[in-house]
């Protein structure tokens, strides 16, 4: 400090300078190596993201088709520049897809895909990721592993060169100093003194040069005193410039969020802070995917980076601190740098959740009041047509009295059904209508009058039992409405008229009670054309028509009066006969309940010791053995002693009201388990049938000792079929002559059938047609004992080959019980 203190200006003007010279060298050498390292990093960044962000815009189709060729076509370039160490690529469920040279950097490459970044540096090589999408949809990753050793190369150049320069510069520099240091004195050393002091001082520019004349140093220095004067102003306008957007940013109402491109959240204001109930300070270390899905987050990075345009009104789900969802609505900016890359994303978050709710809440009562304003509009429609149904049904019921009055002074049958046919066709506007009367000679139905000839000529001359409308309507004594489409090809013949016409009939029986004369058609050409009511006029219509054809028919009703009484004196010898069979079947079966009571006080005394055998038989073994033969024996002895019981129809039944529908269809599951797959279980009950009353335990028995008779004629599988139906029955002992209405339950299948020599025998005890040890001779035995205990009839019809029928015949119930609302029901075709 001495010596430095006796140098001339000159000496250390140039000695200072040159320390300048060289620190600024340095200083410049390492900064400008740091530089060059930095931007080739970047360099090599910006090519590796350009390069990847192409391969992932054309990679999108090529992944979600799979196909291994074009990815190859697409990844050829990267293969081929020498800076690509690796690829690899993975689905959405991150599967590898595809791969080149990935096999050495697995590891790294499995670290980098966890940590959820978009890019790192590891072991000489820039790793980099990107998303791939199509159409906004997420299809995948591509990895790209860049290498940094042409980086380091570049670099170590680099420090060389500017070695050099930097040497030469300091030479050149230190003889430039000498030179112009002899000009430059005390006003050069005052203003380097005073940008020093600015150096050291920071915040304002605050630098004032001393002037001390008007060389080009001193208007140097004015122009520096200047400089600084300005700079200080603007940074005082850009201080408060800053202050102000701070506190608008901080004072917005709207939650808002910047983040960086790996969405490490970097700012939030207050309304952020409110929002997700997290303090500012926690809030800027987080992460956006705490809050936000990731296929979210992908979609709006790659909408912002791909299109190079901000985002409005991405509505979306975000998972609050607390747990629940919100519905928000987020609109995004980006800042990018010179180079137009995305620096950070501003995110503005409205949250539309109520205003969903409302929205959600004005549909739901929108919708209410359509279907209330549906209802309106339907109920006044319904008091419409009702007002015109009373009207026309009054006028109808007009007409129909004046037609009433006509048919009752008719005093021939051809002349009543004449008149119920113009009548009918007048008062319901009908184009054809015709008459089929029951021929009792022939079996059959026949045309008897038609509203023209015409219309006679080309109806079928007769119908027998077939499966058509008109013979429907007669069997069933109850009316129809169809249309043309619903006919069959048989029936537009029994019609005479061809199949592709459209026309509606309703056809309706002409009977009185029980007895029926034949059938009324009436027929119009377009399509339902006919209503409920309308039937029911036509209905009383035929109804009066049949009274009097009734009364017309009683002479000769009484004509038929002597053919009938022989014919029943022929019943009568039947009857007796059956007669006969009861009264040894009573017989038989007193004998046989006495039998049993007395076998079943022996039993009593039996199977109680042999119980106590066994219990002192101090574990005997043979002892036990024989004991369990004896009860073994007891047991089928109590078994057949039951049986006998319900032969005799010695033991109590319990009556009460069942259906037998629904009987039937509790039954049926347990038949088809039990029968086995290879026997059909089928049911045909009629929705119809009357309540009776029964031993429900009992009538069970008599179904399943029936189901498993049936399953016996059949070794090989077949089908068994269970009917309900309300028939006319007359019984051959009853004396009387006068069919009744019994509830008729019948069993049918496809077996064997029985032998007419062993029908009359069937029922007797002890009787059976199986080999020996398969059958007692006592199953319908017990069928007829309890059928009879019922007050029914056990009828059997059977054809050897084709199969068997039993049909039991039950009186109804008076009594009612309630029925489900519906059952279902299986019909046989």
């Known amino acids: ?88 690529v993975i689905d959405k469920q991150k599967k590898m897809k595809y791969g080149y040279k990935y096999s050495t950097f697995i590891q790294q490459i499995k670290s980098f895909l966890r940590s959820n970044q978009l890019q790192t540096y590891a072991s000489n090589l820039l790793i980099l990721k990107q998303s791939i999408f199509l159409q906004d949809e997420y299809q995948g990753d591509i990895v790209v592993g860049f290498n940094l050793e042409w980086v380091r190369t570049k670099v170590a150049e680099q420090r060389r060169y ?217 109920k006044t429609e319904e008091a419409q047509r009702l007002s015109d ?107 005479g008229i061809e199949p592709d016409r459209e026309f509606s009939l309703v056809s309706v029986p002409i009977s009185e009670r029980d007895y029926r004369f034949g059938v009324i058609v009436l027929l119009k050409f377009t399509q339902h054309a006919f209503r409920v009511e309308d039937v029911h006029l036509i209905s009383t219509l035929a109804n009066q ?32 006969q059956q007669v006969v069979q009861l009264q040894k079947m009573e017989s038989l079966g007193t004998l046989v309940g006495g039998i049993a009571h007395d076998f079943n006080n022996i039993l009593g005394i039996i199977i109680p010791n042999t119980d106590l055998l066994r219990t002192d038989s101090n574990g005997d073994r043979k002892i036990i053995r024989r004991a369990n033969i004896i009860a073994e024996a007891a047991q089928r002895a109590a078994d057949l002693t039951r049986q006998l019981l319900m032969f005799s129809r010695n033991q109590d039944i319990q009556l009460k009201v069942l259906s037998p529908n629904q009987l039937i269809s509790r039954l049926t599951n347990m038949l088809k388990r039990t029968l086995g797959k290879e026997y059909e279980i089928l049911i045909d009950l009629d929705p119809e049938i009357e309540d009776l009353e029964a031993d429900e335990t009992r009538l069970t028995q008599v179904l399943i000792n029936l189901a498993v008779n049936s399953r016996d004629a059949m070794p090989d599988g077949g089908q068994i079929v269970l009917r309900t139906r309300m028939k ?38 002890f009787f059976t047609t199986k080999s020996v040890g398969k059958g007692t001779g006592l199953g319908l035995s017990v069928v007829y004992g309890i059928v009879q205990s019922h007050k029914g009839y056990v009828e059997v019809q059977s054809e050897e080959g084709k199969g068997t029928t039993f049909s039991l015949y039950f009186p109804p119930s008076k009594q009612k019980i309630v029925k489900p609302d519906e059952l279902k029901i299986k019909s046989v075709p």
């Open 1 to 88: 400090m001495i010596i430095f203190k006796h140098l001339k200006i000159f000496q250390k003007l140039l000695l200072f300078a040159t320390g300048i010279t060289i620190i600024l060298s340095s200083g410049f050498y390492f900064y400008f190596v740091t530089t060059v390292k930095t931007q080739l990093q970047e360099g090599l960044q910006k090519k590796g993201m350009g390069l990847i962000q192409a391969s992932a815009l054309n990679l999108g189709a090529s992944l979600y088709s799979n196909d291994e060729k074009a990815m190859h076509s697409i990844f050829n370039s990267l293969e081929n520049d020498p800076d690509v160490a690796f690829i690899y």
């Open 162 to 378: 500017l070695a050099y320069v930097s040497i030469a510069f300091v030479i050149f520099s230190v003889l430039l100093l000498a030179l112009i240091s002899r000009t430059i004195t005390k006003p050069l050393k005052d203003a380097v003194d005073s940008i020093n002091q600015y150096s050291r001082g920071g915040g304002e520019v605050k630098l004032q040069l001393p002037v001390r004349g008007t060389d080009e140093v001193s208007q140097l220095a004015r122009s520096l005193n200047q400089l600084a004067e300005n700079l200080d102003t603007n940074i005082q306008e850009l201080n408060d410039s800053r202050k102000y957007l701070e506190t608008l940013f901080q004072l917005n109402p709207i939650p808002i969020i910047i983040a960086d491109t790996m969405g490490k959240i970097e700012g939030a204001n207050e309304s952020a802070s409110n929002f997700f109930g997290i303090e500012s300070g926690i809030l800027v270390q987080m992460n956006m995917d705490r809050f936000f899905q990731q296929d979210d987050l992908n979609a709006i990075y790659n909408r912002i980076t791909q299109e190079l345009r901000d985002i409005k009104g991405f509505v979306t789900t975000m998972k609050m601190s607390d747990g629940i969802k919100r519905v928000v609505e987020l609109n995004v900016a980006s800042h990018r740098d010179e180079l137009n890359y995305v620096k950070n994303v501003i995110i503005a978050i409205i949250d539309i959740t109520e205003k969903i709710q409302i929205q959600r809440e004005i549909l739901h009562n929108q919708g209410k009041l359509q279907r209330i304003n549906e209802e309106l509009t339907q």
């Open 389 to 495: 149904w009373n009207k026309r049904n009054a006028h109808n019921l007009s007409q129909l009295i004046t037609i009433s009055q006509k048919i009752m002074r008719a005093s021939r049958p051809k002349e009543i059904m004449q008149k119920i046919i113009d009548d009918a066709q007048m008062l319901f506007e009908a184009e054809e209508s015709f008459i089929y009367l029951w021929d009792s000679d022939n079996g059959s139905l026949i045309p008897a009058m038609a509203s023209t000839t015409k219309v006679l000529d080309r109806l079928a001359p007769s119908i027998t039992e077939s499966a058509n409308f008109i013979w429907e309507t007669y069997r069933e004594n109850d009316a129809f409405v169809h249309d043309s489409e619903e006919l069959k090809q048989e029936e537009f013949k029994l019609l």
């Open 545 to 576: 028509a049949a009274i009097l054809l009734d009364n017309l028919h009683l002479l000769n009703a009484l004509k038929e009066k002597a053919a009938s009484l022989e014919k029943a004196y022929s019943e009568l010898q039947k009857s007796q």
């Open 728 to 765: 006319k029955y007359q019984p051959q002992t009853d004396g009387n002559g006068k069919a009744k209405k019994f509830v008729c339950i019948s069993i049918s299948d496809t077996g064997c059938g029985i032998k007419k020599e062993d029908l009359d025998k069937i029922f007797d005890p």
